[in-house]
C-alpha cells in the first residue's frame, strides 16, 4: 500500500475521532461552538478540498474532505448549542473573511489565492481564540489536538509538497496548537484563581 494513502487514512481517522468528544461534548452542554468561525472552516475546508485536489495534492485532499464536512457539521450544530458570547470583533473577523473569500475567487494568482485563504483561516479562528481565551470551558481541547495531529498527516500524504497546495494545512497545523495552548493555558490561569 502507498505510504501517501496510509498517511490520507490515518488523517481522515484523527479528524473524524477527534469531532467526536466535541459533538458529544455540545449535547452535554460543555462546548459551545462559535459559529461565524464553524461557518468559515466549513466554507474554507470545501474550498481547499476542491483546489488542493486541482493543483495536483492527491491523497494530501482527503482529509480535507473529510473536514469539509465536519465542519460543515458542527456549525449546523452551533446554530442551536453554540455560543452567544458574540462580539463587534467576531463580527468584523466575519465580514472581513468572507470579503477575503468573494477576492479568492477573482484570483488567477495560485500563490496570492493560497495566502489569502491561509489569512481566511486566521480571521476565521481569531473569535473562537477570543472565546477561548475568555471562556475556555466552552471549548474541547483533545478536538484541536486531534485536529492538529490530522493536518500534520494530511501534510505528510501531500503527492507533491508546494508552497500553493501545503501552506493551507500549515496554517490549520498552527490555529490547531493555538487553541490547544489557549484553552489549556486559560483552564490552568482560571484554576489558580478560584
Known sequence: MNIKIIFATLSSFAAIFG???YVIDIFKGKTKPHSYSWLIWAILQIIGAVSMFSIGAGWGALSVGVGAVLCSFIFILSLKYGTHNI????TICLIGALIAIVVY???????LAVLIVALVDLLGSLPTLRKAYEEPETETAS????SFFSTVLALLALSIFTFENSLYLISITITNALSVIIILYRRRELKKLV
Open 105 to 111: 475567487f477573482f484570483l488567477h494568482n495560485p500563490v
Open 87 to 90: 462580539k463587534i470583533f467576531d
Open 143 to 146: 478536538t484541536y489536538m486531534f
Open 19 to 21: 469531532i467526536i468528544p
